[in-house]
Nanobody
Framework: VQLQASGGGLVRPGGSLRLSCAAS????????IGWFRQAPGKEREFVSA????????YYADSVKGRFTISKDDAKNTVYLQMNLLKPEDTAVYYC????????????????????WGQGTLVTVSS
């Protein structure tokens, strides 16, 4: 199983980025994907998640209305479109997979994820 996160970079406040999480090696499609982020000196925090079928999406209050999570099953890839970025969005972003499918509650806890990608750095600065 492998999760490959990409798309990070340097962007000015108010700008946009789209992160990708490409999944491979899963025995079935029954897994949920979540995005978390970790800023220097802080704990990893939940950002967004999408259910295995894409029917349900979840967002942290801090990103609601600015970030959108989606998935392309044909490419086994989950995207995180980030708009109106703020300096406080600066962090390493990680995608994780919950092979039990997850729920609106469990997907917000990093300890419930079974696999993690390597992380991609997002820096929001002028």
């Amino acid at each position: 199983v492998q999760l490959q996160a990409s798309g990070g970079g340097l962007v000015r406040p108010g700008g946009s980025l789209r992160l990708s999480c490409a999944a491979s090696g899963f025995e079935s499609d029954y897994y949920a994907i979540g995005w978390f982020r970790q800023a220097p000196g802080k704990e990893r925090e939940f950002v967004s998640a999408i259910s295995y079928a894409g029917s349900y999406t979840y967002y942290a209050d801090s990103v609601k209305g600015r970030f959108t999570i989606s998935k392309d099953d044909a490419k086994n890839t989950v995207y995180l479109q980030m708009n109106l970025l703020k300096p406080e969005d600066t962090a390493v972003y990680y995608c994780g997979a919950d092979i039990l499918g997850g729920s609106g509650y469990t997907l917000k806890e990093a300890r419930n994820y079974d696999y993690w990608g390597q992380g991609t750095l997002v820096t929001v600065s002028s």
